[in-house]
């Protein structure tokens, strides 16, 4: 089962030692031993379209293939079909390393009552490519008990290899789930694992990786070289006997030694062994396969930048950045496609911040400015990769689908990895659909791949009495960049232990009895914009939060005299960019105001007897306008009425979900056709085109912050469905204070823009309530008009 190691192949393949030999091994293997993998698909998929009945061994190649080319769903279905079939009988199959390996076709026997565990090895080892390790491990460890019910035919073999691989992936997953307690048993199970005589051939290099692999994930790198050795040797000696006779490239088994040879380059860089690691990157980076290996091939990048900074050669090391991040920006999905090989998860976050920090030591702030744009972008796409039914609001909606379509599946025949130069064609047809693409339907274009703007651009579109503030975080380091229509210019600022002052800061701002906020207040205002004061000339301010920034609330940081909204009218963006996007003129609709308040929820501790209140006050004296409360504030009743009118005020509860951002929620009423939950990742799908939404509920301003990421929560997704503004809150506001606080804001919307009208409810409620916790919640993102 352990498919990807050259050690399997050295021992069947050393019985043919005459260059060409290789023509004698069925079609199937000739294409698995170069790598022929897209062929390889067809192949198989044509071989069980012409059986009136597909085999459980059949079917095993079919997905076997999929595996290789990264094709989840049709893997995830095959692997089911597999065990579904093995349930019901043929418990026959031939062993997946002797299919390959050219035996002959030795045959695994399972126990009458239990299935082959190969379909729970082929979805683990796919789970372990998509990042759900839980699940990955959960697969492992069925595939491990089904082992021991293997029954082989050549004298233990098969029961050994299915033993090893199982415990690999189990160690794999678990510690690339950080549960190193049991990473580590399953590396000593691996280790004290006999292979017996015939297991030894096939399965000791298979069982080095494997530990090496865990090691790895783990992070203990001086422990991983112990157990690489060199598994290669024989494979490039059998590799040349080969040449010509199948027409491949001249060493047939890159595509199965780059993985193996970034892990030793990584351990290399990981026990600082630094001369070595930068032969054995420069040796990598030779192969000629290697930029169809696009995760290999950034990572690869990126460590060699490293060394090449550490060297201070600061110029190689942005061009190594630069071109990492072009191989990363040409994949629009997160798969990790090379994680069960290696062990090792690349941080693609990492390369846009050494390649800002290494700008910013240059001097070139503008450059910086518009990676740091890239880095949010980019962080976007990889949280909205899964999703497929975007809203297109375009006038041709079905060529918009179909250009996504072709993206998709361009990329899909990238990652095939053919060492056969084939990936160009598929490679040009993906650049092609996403130019179209970014034609047809930009906003969507910046959903699904990473594009890059001019900081020119950007400051063509900062109306000329704002200046736009863009913090960049990562580790201690912090940078502000302040940017105008008139100039660009970026500064350093203390980022050490600013996630726990932020967390303090909240904290204390939840106590109303305590002054205790003061002293984090003007600290963090001392720290965050006291060095910018010199270059802001505009009462308007337009803040870029990023990482822990995004849970601060910026009006309520002093400066020792005032608090920062008595001195500036402030509004939000997820990142610079979305500027383009933001439309200029308000929506014209026949209703006013649409507000929903105090769903039923079904339980009493949820009502919200004051947002009940607050909708009927809003919508009082507004013509055309409407509340919609308890069992009438609904998710039905939003999508059925929300597109007729220019504002949507909600007064409920929100979750916001740590772990599935895009599952964070706001709380309706259930009715027969809609659960009450307004997800972000429907509004993904809805097209709303309203010129304000106001949450006025619990912790909806709130979106995950991953590494490097722009928020991505209710308020991003309110402006994808068409939203010009949203007002969201930051923490579980207080019911009266916030009914007081919006009341006076829709009030003020009759003689002000947005911005200027929350300022002026948050200073009237700052007046009757003076502590933060009852007013500085509430944060304008998008237009101000």
């Keep these: 089962m352990s498919r990807d190691w050259v050690g399997q192949w050295v021992a069947p393949l050393a019985l043919l030692t005459l260059p060409g030999c290789v023509t004698l091994l069925p079609e199937r293997m000739q294409m698995q031993a170069i790598g022929r993998y897209g062929e390889l698909v ?111 035919t050549f004298g233990g073999f098969e029961r050994t290899d299915c033993h090893v691989t199982a415990l690999g992936l189990l160690g794999l997953s678990s510690a690339l789930d950080k549960d190193a307690a049991t990473a580590g048993k399953a590396r000593a199970d691996l280790q004290a694992y006999p292979l017996g005589l015939y297991g030894i ?88 396969q290697i930029p169809d290996n696009g995760e290999i091939y950034w990572m690869a990048l990126h460590d060699r930048g490293r060394i090449a900074e550490r060297d201070g050669d600061i110029a190689r090391a942005i061009e190594l950045y630069r071109k990492a991040v072009e191989v990363i920006e040409r994949q629009r999905s997160t798969i990790s496609s090379e994680a069960s090989k290696i062990g090792y998860v690349g941080d693609k976050q990492a390369v846009y911040r050494h390649l800002v920090s290494a700008l910013l030591g240059k001097g070139e702030h503008a450059a910086a400015f518009e990676f740091v744009e890239r880095s949010k972008s980019r962080a976007l796409v990889d949280m909205l990769a899964s999703k497929q ?36 064609s598929p490679r040009s047809a993906a650049t092609g659909g996403s130019r179209e693409l970014r034609e047809a339907a930009p906003e969507l274009a910046s959903l699904v791949s990473v594009t890059a703007v001019a900081a020119g651009e950007i400051q063509s579109v900062i109306p000329a009495d704002e200046t736009l503030v863009e913090y960049y975080q990562g580790g201690d380091e912090l940078v502000a960049f302040v940017v105008s229509a008139r100039g660009l210019s970026a500064i350093r600022l203390d980022g050490r232990g600013l996630v726990e002052d932020i967390g303090l800061f909240r904290k204390q701002l939840m106590d109303v009895s305590s002054q205790d906020y003061s002293g984090t207040s003007r600290k963090l205002h001392a720290r965050l914009f006291a060095p910018l004061a010199g270059r802001i000339a505009t009462h308007k301010l337009l803040v870029v939060a990023h ?56 339980d009493p501790r949820l009502d919200l007897a004051f947002a009940q209140a607050e909708v009927a006050a809003i919508t009082r004296d507004r013509p055309d306008s409407r509340a919609l409360v308890r069992k009438d504030a609904s998710e039905s009743a939003f999508r059925q009425y929300a597109g007729g009118f220019r504002y949507v005020h909600f007064a409920t509860h929100g979750e916001f979900n740590a772990e599935a951002p895009l599952k964070s929620t706001l709380l309706l009423a259930k009715d027969p056709k809609g659960d009450g939950h307004l997800t972000v990742d429907k509004l993904y799908s809805l ?20 590494s490097g990421d722009d928020v991505v929560g209710l308020t991003r997704g309110f402006l994808y469905a068409g939203s010009r503004s949203i007002v969201a809150s930051l923490w579980q506001v207080d019911d009266e204070a916030t009914s007081y606080l ?13 911005r200027e009208a929350l300022r002026q409810a948050q200073k009237g409620a700052m007046a009757r309530y003076p502590h933060p916790f009852f007013w500085a919640a509430f944060q304008l993102t998008g237009s101000a008009e």
């Design 201 to 288: 051939a096939l399965t000791s290099q298979a069982k080095s990786l494997a530990i090496a692999r865990i090691e790895v994930a783990l992070g203990r790198y001086r422990e991983a070289l112990e157990h690489l050795g060199d598994p290669w040797a024989a494979g490039r000696f059998l590799a040349n006997l080969f040449v010509g006779s199948v027409g491949a490239s001249t060493d047939i088994f890159a595509s199965l030694q780059m993985p193996f040879e970034y892990v030793r380059a990584r351990c290399l860089l990981g026990t600082e062994q630094y001369a070595a690691a930068r032969t054995a990157l420069d040796s990598l980076l030779g192969y000629p």
């Design 42 to 152: 067809e192949y198989e998929e044509r071989q069980a379209a012409a059986l009136p009945r597909v085999s459980t061994e059949t079917l095993y190649d079919l997905c076997f293939s999929y595996s290789k080319v990264k094709n989840y769903r049709k893997l995830f279905e095959c692997a089911d079909q597999m065990e579904k079939q093995v349930a019901q009988g043929d418990r026959e199959v031939f062993a997946p390393s002797t299919r390959r390996g050219g035996w002959g076709g030795g045959v695994v026997r399972v126990g009458r009552s239990d299935g082959s565990p190969y379909p729970w090895m082929l979805r683990s080892e796919a789970l372990i490519d998509l990042g759900d390790y839980p699940r990955a491990l959960a697969e492992a460890r069925t595939a491990l008990a089904l082992c021991a019910r293997v029954e082989s």
């Design 547 to 602: 990482g822990p920034l995004h849970y601060l609330p910026f009006n309520a940081l002093h400066d020792g005299t005032a608090y920062l909204i008595e001195r500036h009218s402030v509004r939000l963006l997820p990142s610079a960019s979305v500027l383009r996007y933001l439309r200029s003129q308000p929506v014209a609709k026949p209703g006013g105001i649409l507000a929903f308040g105090n769903p039923d929820l079904d």
């Design 742 to 754: 919006m009341t006076r804001f829709y009030d003020g919307l009759r003689q002000r823009d947005k």
């Design 389 to 424: 039914d975007f809203a297109v609001a375009t006038a041709d909606p079905a060529k918009v689908r179909q250009l996504l379509d072709l993206a998709a599946h361009a990329e899909a025949r990238a990652l095939m990895q053919e060492p056969t130069g084939k990936t160009s």
């Design 687 to 706: 097209r709303l085109d309203a010129d304000l939404v106001t949450l006025s509920a619990c912790e909806t301003g709130l979106g995950r912050v991953a």
